[in-house]
């Protein structure tokens, strides 16, 4: 069954050979991240080589999708109009358990109260082709899953 298209309201980031695996998992809303099975090290954005070692046996493995915000702004004037409609929005570096970080929004909640050191669970914004964004939202109770 195919899923009905989402009304395109943001810049929708390209695939590539090496970011396939991670698009394609995010279809089932699914968060992975790449590894280097040399350094045993995450790796992120996805790349054909190891940051650190310069490995290139890379694997995709799941992540918990949990982390705490590192840095926030709250964007009141989009630069992009298909943002208009969003603003206020929280845009952040996620630091997630794994040990990557990640440029990102923080929603569900007022944009104003996010803050840093604040834990953070993933959850998805659809986009236009079926891939979904991932996105973070305020953790529960704080408890970070």
């Known amino acids: 069954m195919t899923e009905p298209r989402v009304e395109v309201t943001r810049p929708e980031p390209p695939e590539s050979d090496v970011s396939q695996p991670f698009w394609d998992a995010t279809r089932s809303s699914r968060l992975v991240l790449q590894w280097c099975a ?4 995450p790796v992120f954005y996805p790349r054909a080589v190891c940051s650190r070692c310069l490995g290139d046996r890379l694997e995709w493995r799941p992540s918990r999708g949990v982390g705490l915000v ?3 702004t709250v964007e009141h004037r989009p630069q992009d109009p298909r943002l208009a409609s969003r603003a206020p929005y929280a845009v952040a570096l996620v630091d997630l358990d794994e040990g990557v970080r ?5 929603v569900g909640c007022d944009p104003a109260s ?14 236009s082709d079926g891939r979904h964004l991932p996105v973070f939202a305020p953790a529960v109770g704080g408890s970070r899953g």
Do not use: E, H, K
């Not at 990640?102 to 923080?106: A, D, H, M, Q, V």
């Open 70 to 72: 590192y840095a926030v």
């Open 114 to 127: 996010v803050t840093v050191g604040m834990p953070v669970v993933v959850t998805w914004d659809p986009l």
């Open 102 to 106: 990640l440029l990102t929004n923080i």
């Open 38 to 41: 040399t350094c045993d090290r």
